[in-house]
């Protein structure tokens, strides 16, 4: 693990399940092993993203998404309304914005934890380069939902912390037996939530566990953003070009309506 950061930022404290300190290499294992996981193959997934807030009306916006890994890590490809974005996840994270007929500029860590058409969606959040910081505490096997999940608290790198003021950890908890994150929570000042990313429902498809639903919420407004599937396509075979940088000039090609399957 990497040294801790500065005196003159907040470190919030890890809270071990059992009461005592965790095995932390058991805890890098498990972490280790999880940033090898993600949907196989190249996939397609259409959704909404419905605004709920607190006071006022909210909104639905649309989207899609096309999925795959690249030499780098694994690639997404993310259209909605008449704007686009390519995101490079793993341990080289990357983003790229477009948007009709304009060539694609690379993304700043600040402009990806901007919100998307409105909603409490970010880049970040999509991009989770959390999962890869390299300075953790292994908190141990926690609960969520009445179910058994490994539990850490990550500290972010300098950049990272400086792109979204005050940001001084994030707490993610992945089940144990879906391999799969089920919750993510981004610390403020003295480790309160600020925004919770929480799975809400998977479904099986083609012998995967694919997710169906997430909520996100914004702690500060008390607003919140639920992410639903409704149809996804797997074992796609579309051109490597499809996820570069240069092609988010143009629609992303079509998927084969055999392929899809509704939510």
């Known amino acids: 693990m990497l040294p801790a950061l500065s005196a003159q930022t907040y470190r919030p404290s ?3 399940v059992a009461g005592g300190k965790a095995d932390q290499a058991e805890g890098a294992r498990i972490l280790g092993e999880f940033r090898q996981t993600g949907i196989a193959g190249t996939y397609w997934l259409e959704f909404e993203l419905r605004v709920l807030l607190r006071k006022g009306d909210g909104q639905t916006v649309k989207g899609r998404m096309l999925g795959t890994r690249g030499d780098h890590g694994p690639l997404t490809r993310l259209d909605v309304e008449d704007q686009r974005w390519l995101i490079q996840s793993g341990p080289a994270p990357a983003a790229w914005r477009g948007i ?17 058409a409105g909603t409490d969606l970010t880049i970040f959040d999509l ?4 999962l890869q910081w390299t300075d953790f505490v292994y908190e141990g096997l926690a609960r969520m939902r009445g179910r058994p999940a490994h539990s850490f608290v990550l500290y972010p ?3 990272p912390a400086a792109a979204r003021h005050g940001l001084t950890g994030v707490r ?3 089940d144990t037996q879906f391999q799969t994150l089920v919750s993510a929570e981004l610390l403020g000042a003295k480790g309160a939530t600020e925004k919770s990313i929480t799975i809400l429902d998977l479904k099986k498809m083609g012998g995967q566990w694919l997710v169906k639903s997430i909520d996100l919420r914004n702690h500060v407004t008390r607003d919140k953003t639920r992410f639903t599937v409704t149809m996804a396509a797997l074992d796609l075979a579309l051109p490597e070009e499809t996820f570069a940088p240069a092609a988010l000039a143009a629609d992303a090609p079509a998927v084969p309506p055999e392929k899809i399957q509704r939510f």
């Open 127 to 130: 991009q989770m380069p959390f």
């Open 172 to 174: 993610v908890l992945l």
């Open 100 to 116: 009709d007929g304009v060539a694609a500029r690379t993304m700043s860590a600040k402009e990806t934890m901007q919100p998307v």
């Open 157 to 159: 790198p300098a950049d």
């Open 14 to 16: 890890p809270n071990y």
